[in-house]
């Protein structure tokens, strides 16, 4: 842990996982695998009144989907085993409650590109992965942020360091799906992170993970 000059508490990591579900562990488990430390807080509360410029409120991101019970319970179970064993920062009683941008992000910035206001303190970081986000509250938090938002979400986004893993167009993913998403992100962040050489891959795969069907 290291202080920052005007932040209280402050945590330094390199993502910020919003949403502890199925999408959440998954994308913190892909980035465990390729060498990038990650937090992932629980959920998400209501903002306070006050709101500084450059400061977007978060929502309740993380409700259930309707995937098929079984097959959602078979991969939580493997994904949560792995957290376990690989000691993942997962913080289930910490909720993010405002997202700030701060510095310019770019490779050479001594400054984190986003602080995530908890109760329990602020985590700064330089990518911040969304999960189970509807479309409209994603607009909404760009906008927020003063970020004019064209056609393509997703590129706008990335292009400001925010990823999604568990969003759909119109409907939720499918679990399966959500693994998908979490292995791309999962690429996009390490090949930031590590822009000029691929890490190999750690120890404990998906490979205990059901076929698909």
Known sequence: MSSTPGLSRAERTTTVVIGAGLPGLAIATELRRRGV?????????????????????????????????????????????YAASHQLDIR?????????????????????????????????????????????????????????????????????????VGVGELITPTPKEMLRQAKVVGQAISAKVHPDSVPSVLTGSFAALPAPL
């Open 37 to 81: 430390d990650s937090i992932i807080v629980s959920g998400l509360e209501s903002p306070g009144a006050n709101q500084a410029p450059q400061t977007a409120p978060l929502q309740r991101c993380d409700t259930p989907g309707a995937s098929s019970r079984e097959e959602r319970n078979e991969i939580l179970r493997h994904l949560r085993n």
């Open 92 to 164: 289930n009683d910490t909720s993010a409650v405002l997202l700030d941008k701060m510095g310019s992000g770019t490779a050479d910035s001594a400054l984190h590109r986003w602080a995530v206001h908890t109760p329990d303190g602020v985590l700064l970081a330089d990518h911040i992965v969304l999960t189970r986000c509807a479309n409209s509250q994603l607009r909404r938090i760009l906008t927020d942020l003063g970020i004019s938002v064209g056609q393509n979400l997703v590129a706008a986004m990335r292009a400001i360091g925010i990823y999604l």
